[in-house]
C-alpha cells in the first residue's frame, strides 16, 4: 500500500495543466495500472522487516516494490543514492499509511462490501474488457482476496482523512488570484487547435486488401460529409477509436508536437469548420474537422481558477495530512531497520607459501 508519486503521503500536481489530487492509491491499483514489479507482497521473513509500527511489519518487499514503481515514473534510471533516497521517501509513505490506517480502526471507521465492490468495478473499469482485467491480476499474482483487502484499508484510510483533517478546507478568489499572478509564466500556453476525427483502422501492420477496404470506407465517408452528413454524427457510428466515437470523434485542444506527424500537418492546415481529405497514420485512415483554435499566450484565469482552487485545496489537505501523521507518529512506537543490508566483506585472500 502507497501513494501516487510526486511527494510523501502522495500529493500529486502537474503543473502543466493543473491536474491535482490528494488521495492513497492501493497496491493492486499501482500493480494494474502498468506499475512494474509492483504486487501483494508476502508476508516477510526476519531479515525482511524494514519497520515496524506499533508491531505492524513493513516488509523490505513493500518498500521495493514502491521504489520500483517511483523509479519507473522517472525519466532516466536513478543511481544508487537516489534509490536510497527513493527507499526511504518509500519507508515514510508505507508508515504514514499504517499510522492512519490504525488510527481508522481506532476510531472504527468501517467500509462496506458494497463500497469495496464499487471501488474494484471503478478499477475494472480502466481495462478493456474483464478478461484483460483476470490477465492483469494474474500476471501480478494478485488474488481477488487479496484486492479486496487492500480496498478496505485504502478507503478506511480515506475516510479517515476526509473526517479529520480534510474537513472545511475553503479557498478563497483572493489565493486563487494571488497564485495565479505569481505563477503566470504555468499558464503560458502555445498555439492550439481543438479537432475530431474519424478513424477507420488499416494501418501499415494490415494486409495490402484490408488497407485499401479502409481507405475506400473512408472515402465514402467524405463524400457524406461533404453532402451536408453531420460529422459527428458519423463519428459515433463509424470512428473505430474507442477512445473519442462516443463523443463524436473529439480530442480537445492540442498544440503542435502532440500527435502524428501527417495527422498534425493536416489538422494544422485547416481553418475552423473545415474537413480534410482522407488523412493516413500508422493508426490508419482518418477525416479530421477543426471546430475551434486559440492563440498562443496565456490561459485567462476564468479558464484555470477551478483548477488553482483544486490544487490550493490539495496543497492544504497535504500540510493538515502531514500534521495529522505527525501527530500520530509521537504517539506510536516506530522502530526502523536498516534498509539496504551493508555489502558483505571480501573473504581473506589464502596464505600462499613462499
Not at 473526517?163 to 472545511?168: D, E, F, L, N
Not at 488553482?308 to 501523521?325: C, F, N, P
Amino acid at each position: 500500500m502507497f501513494l501516487d508519486p510526486g511527494g510523501a503521503l502522495g500529493y500529486v500536481c502537474r503543473m502543466g495543466n493543473l491536474r491535482c489530487g490528494v488521495r492513497f492509491v492501493s497496491w493492486f491499483g499501482l500493480a494494474l495500472l502498468g506499475w512494474p514489479g509492483v504486487g501483494w507482497p508476502a508476508g516477510p521473513a526476519a531479515d525482511e522487516v524494514a519497520a515496524r509500527v506499533n508491531g505492524t511489519v513493513i516488509s523490505r518487499t513493500a518498500v521495493r516494490a514502491v521504489v520500483q514503481g517511483l523509479a519507473a515514473a522517472r525519466d532516466a534510471a536513478p543511481d544508487a543514492k537516489q534509490i536510497e533516497q527513493l527507499s526511504r521517501d518509500a519507508l515514510d509513505s508505507l508508515i504514514a499509511f499504517e499510522l492512519l490506517y490504525q488510527e481508522s480502526q481506532r476510531r472504527s471507521i468501517g467500509v462496506s462490501e458494497a463500497d469495496i465492490d464499487a471501488e474494484v468495478e471503478h478499477t475494472k473499469g480502466r481495462f478493456a474488457s474483464g478478461e484483460d482485467y483476470a490477465a492483469a491480476l494474474a500476471q501480478r499474482r494478485l488474488s481477488v482476496e487479496d484486492v479486496r483487502r487492500d480496498t478496505r484499508k485504502t478507503l478506511a484510510v480515506n475516510r479517515l482523512l476526509e473526517q479529520t483533517a480534510w474537513q472545511g478546507i475553503e479557498v478563497s478568489s483572493a489565493q486563487v488570484r494571488r497564485f495565479y499572478e505569481e505563477n503566470r509564466e504555468q499558464f503560458k500556453r502555445p498555439a492550439e487547435i481543438r479537432a475530431s476525427h474519424i478513424l477507420v483502422r488499416g494501418g501499415q501492420e494490415a494486409a495490402a486488401a484490408e488497407r485499401a477496404s479502409a481507405q475506400q470506407r473512408v472515402q465514402a465517408l467524405l463524400a457524406e460529409i461533404q453532402g451536408g452528413a453531420d460529422f459527428a454524427a458519423l463519428a459515433r457510428q463509424h470512428s473505430q477509436d474507442p477512445a473519442t466515437a462516443a463523443t463524436g470523434g473529439d480530442l480537445g485542444f492540442f498544440s503542435r508536437g502532440t500527435m502524428e506527424p501527417a495527422f498534425e500537418q493536416a489538422a494544422f492546415a485547416l481553418k475552423p469548420g473545415t474537413v480534410s481529405s482522407v488523412v493516413q497514420t500508422p493508426y490508419g485512415f482518418h477525416l479530421i474537422k477543426v471546430t475551434d483554435q486559440r492563440p498562443a499566450g496565456y490561459a485567462p484565469l476564468a479558464e484555470v481558477q477551478a483548477d488553482v482552487s483544486a490544487l490550493l485545496r490539495d496543497e492544504e489537505k497535504r500540510r493538515r495530512q502531514d500534521q495529522l501523521v505527525a501527530k500520530l507518529k509521537q504517539q506510536a512506537q516506530v522502530e526502523l531497520l536498516p534498509l539496504l543490508k551493508p555489502s558483505p566483506k571480501p573473504k581473506a585472500a589464502p596464505a600462499t607459501k613462499r
